[in-house]
């Protein structure tokens, strides 16, 4: 256990521990990153053997991130061969108002070899509403694993994007139960809130 009134000379000697959670809770308990020394002592633990010690590091970092080393550390993190990793740096990544980030979070929709990252993903497009997210999400909800098509779902309903939404509905036969009773519960939420307008616009679609 760390003690209460460790110096900043122990923490930097603990980062180097043989044992993975020293290592880990050195990290945690690093004050906040406001230096370039700082910085650079955990952007090394971003290549640490011990995946968990990766995450606690990219969670230190992240309100860093307007710092172009730690930006480019994070995107780097997003092809790391653990998925928590991963997961946390879409996470960490997810709020950057650059179009750049959307692209890559969109790449991990599509292409991520774990299934969650790819639902994480999606959960940040959603905080970030990009023009044109309505048509991606639809693209990606084709054959997609069921859990990653119930996010869609879930994340159409939530940028209330009528267009997709009308398209969506076409999919339901194609889809198993889980889905199609998603699929209608936010065709009847939008229904309530827009109305005739949206029956119509089904007609058209």
Known sequence: VLAKRITRQD???????????????????WPEVTDSRSR???????????????????????PQKASEEVLKALVGALSD???????????????????????????????????????????????RRERGLGLFLLQAFKGAPIPLQLSIVQALGTIEDRPAICALETFRSSVGPEVAEAIDEVVHRHLQTVGPTFEKAKVLV
Do not use: F, K, M, N
């Not at 930097?12 to 050195?26: N, Q």
């Not at 998925?83 to 929709?109: K, M, N, T, Y």
């Open 11 to 29: 923490l930097e000697t603990l980062l180097l521990h043989d044992r993975a959670e020293v290592r880990e809770a050195a990290v945690a308990y």
């Open 40 to 62: 650079r002592l955990l952007l090394r633990r971003l290549d640490d053997p011990a995946w968990q010690v990766r995450v606690r590091t990219i969670q230190r970092l992240a």
């Open 81 to 127: 061969p653990h998925p928590h990793v991963r997961q946390e740096a879409v996470i960490a990544l997810g709020d950057l108002p650059c179009s750049d980030i959307a692209a890559r979070l969109q790449a991990c929709v599509l292409h991520d070899e774990d299934l969650w990252v790819r639902v994480r993903a999606v959960e940040q497009l959603v905080h």
